[in-house]
């Protein structure tokens, strides 16, 4: 097993200008599970309750998602999330949350899950992040996500949390939230300070950043002309980016950089459509044209311009 | 003469949280015209007062900058904004506006103007834009800037002068609102059916995008750890860009690419301190180094992924 990942499974209902769904299958690792399925063997470590069918579980084997360590309360609901988006589907309104049986989620991982090469700590409570940071002796590379309302109420814990690991993926408020600092650049070598060696920084329309000790690497978002449902966009990147490194020997900023290509793609295929649903029947070749797209739209030569006369000096 | 800019001089009085100007040269021609002079020879049509003095005509002077058709009115005075940035250096709040002068500009080109190969129309009235287009017959390519004033009171007359010039450039909230339309890539499409042949749409710190038919470029900002002074930032972009054409034989999707390099290094740097005095002292050797700095931070290798078992099919 070479990539696991530690987080929700849900049910989402989402209302958008386009349209909307009840109870479809959603959560940081079940976004997080599908993408990076297309790159790499994915282990999930999570919970959910009775009312999780037949239907669930094949999406996940269907895309060979080792679900072992999902582990299945009977008697329990699987936590529920339902919100809604305006027109502008960036800020998603959260009309219910019933946490269920994720409200005592005591992450249990396998022996197997234990040895993973790269561990994915999707967004949940930053103590439960740290103890199971703190069973994987192995790993190569550990990540994290986490969210507003962390930083906010458990703000210690998680900047502890954050010295353990080795990289951290979250979007642009919370990097700046996260530190104190309104400038973006400034923000992120502070958290780097602390002691991860890289830092993706999600920016949703505009795009995707990496820093790292000493090295910077930006893209721009694919463009698209409509966004369906942005729920799970980020995991869906965390995702790309992690099952491309997970399926790759050494990794070092050449293939950090592909990563993120990765996952940019993958998360703008996510937002095509409600939940999982455009991912879940994504073609290699689809993923490879669009990485494709994104060289095309960003390259340009490198050719330094001399004038003839030199002025202003 | 191969590139021309008709628009705004003035002074400028700014206050940011790090420091104040009372009176600084500034407009949208001057930022424009000081920036392209790095690229190629450019001549300013303007109107000024006669408060302009010596000093601030050897600014122009010592970037070769053409002021043959830079009005003097001698019983004026030189158009006036006064401005504040609170930490949020992306909004200016107005303090002070005295047209003066510049109420009644009349762009008047000499023979030598018209005869450019490229013009810039900085942002004024939309009919004083279009007069000025429909007299150079010859030139290869004339851009404009505009503004949310107005799109707002005069949308019929900038539409209509948008039909009639080959590239528009101006910032993103401009291109939405524009275009009535919240999706940026459907608003470009718009913009762009109406005539222009490219759109460049300037992004602030998250970068600028290039729309032509077919064909999108995007490129992240510089990432600058503290911004000073953002007075002027847009035009100066605008002056790389159109500077760097017109010093090219033959404008191609290539060169417009390498283009949105330079305007964006330029902007970069206009932003390090007040107005224009970090440009102003400018070496070709920083250009060029911060362009490199845009390669590097951009480049990624493209590899497609093919995963050995094939899944979600």
Same mark, same amino acid.
């Given at each position: 097993?070479?990539?696991?990942?530690?987080?929700?499974?849900?049910?989402?209902?989402?209302?958008?200008?386009?349209?909307?769904?009840?109870?479809?299958?959603?959560?940081?690792?079940?976004?997080?599970?599908?993408?990076?399925?297309?790159?790499?063997?994915?282990?999930?470590?999570?919970?959910?309750?009775?009312?999780?069918?037949?239907?669930?579980?094949?999406?996940?084997?269907?895309?060979?998602?080792?679900?072992?360590?999902?582990?299945?309360?009977?008697?329990?609901?699987?936590?529920?999330?339902?919100?809604?988006?305006?027109?502008?589907?960036?800020?998603?309104?959260?009309?219910?949350?019933?946490?269920?049986?994720?409200?005592?989620?005591?992450?249990?991982?396998?022996?197997?899950?234990?040895?993973?090469?790269?561990?994915?700590?999707?967004?949940?409570?930053?103590?439960?992040?740290?103890?199971?940071?703190?069973?994987?002796? /192995? @790993? *190569?590379?550990?990540? &994290?996500?986490?969210?507003?309302?962390? %930083?906010?109420?458990? $703000?210690?814990? !998680?900047?502890?949390?954050?010295?353990?690991?080795?990289?951290?993926?979250?979007? /642009? @408020? *919370?990097?700046?939230? &996260?530190?104190?600092?309104?400038?973006? %650049?400034?923000?992120? $070598?502070?958290? !780097?300070?602390?002691?991860?060696?890289?830092?993706?920084?999600?920016?949703?329309?505009?795009?995707?950043?990496?820093?790292?000790?000493?090295?910077?690497?930006? %893209?721009?978002?694919?463009?698209?002309?409509?966004?369906?449902?942005?729920?799970?966009?980020?995991?869906?990147?965390?995702?790309?980016?992690?099952?491309?490194?997970?399926?790759?020997?050494?990794?070092?900023?050449?293939?950090?950089?592909?990563?993120?290509?990765?996952?940019?793609?993958?998360?703008?295929?996510?937002?095509?459509?409600?939940?999982?649903?455009?991912?879940?029947?994504?073609?290699?070749?689809?993923?490879?044209?669009?990485?494709?797209?994104?060289?095309?739209?960003?390259?340009?030569?490198?050719?330094?311009?001399?004038?003839?006369?030199?002025?202003?000096?």
């Amino acid at each position: 097993m070479s990539l696991t990942v530690v987080g929700s499974v849900a049910f989402d209902g989402v209302e958008t200008p386009f349209g909307k769904r009840d109870k479809m299958l959603g959560g940081s690792a079940t976004h997080f599970s599908i993408s990076a399925s297309f790159f790499d063997d994915v282990n999930i470590v999570g919970v959910v309750g009775g009312d999780f069918t037949r239907a669930e579980f094949d999406v996940f084997e269907r895309h060979n998602i080792d679900t072992s360590d999902l582990e299945v309360v009977a008697d329990g609901k699987t936590f529920f999330w339902r919100g809604r988006y305006d027109f502008d589907l960036n800020i998603a309104h959260t009309l219910e949350t019933q946490l269920n049986v994720f409200a005592d989620f005591q992450p249990k991982l396998s022996a197997a899950s234990l040895k993973s090469r790269l561990v994915f700590l999707g967004n949940i409570q930053p103590d439960l992040q740290r103890e199971v940071r703190e069973q994987l002796k /192995d @790993a *190569e590379l550990v990540a &994290l996500d986490t969210m507003n309302m962390w %930083i906010e109420q458990t $703000r210690e814990s !998680l900047v502890e949390t954050i010295k353990g690991v080795d990289i951290v993926i979250i979007n /642009d @408020a *919370e990097v700046r939230q &996260l530190a104190s600092e309104p400038n973006l %650049i400034k923000a992120a $070598r502070k958290i !780097l300070s602390w002691g991860p060696s890289a830092l993706v920084v999600k920016r949703g329309e505009y795009g995707a950043a990496l820093f790292t000790d000493g090295t910077y690497f930006a %893209i721009p978002a694919y463009p698209l002309e409509s966004v369906f449902d942005p729920t799970g966009a980020g995991d869906t990147f965390a995702g790309g980016f992690m099952g491309y490194l997970a399926s790759h020997d050494g990794i070092n900023e050449a293939a950090m950089r592909r990563a993120m290509i990765f996952g940019s793609v993958m998360a703008s295929f996510n937002v095509e459509e409600f939940g999982t649903e455009r991912v879940q029947r994504l073609t290699h070749e689809e993923i490879n044209e669009r990485f494709r797209t994104f060289k095309k739209m960003t390259h340009f030569e490198e050719i330094p311009f001399q004038r003839a006369v030199t002025v202003g000096q």
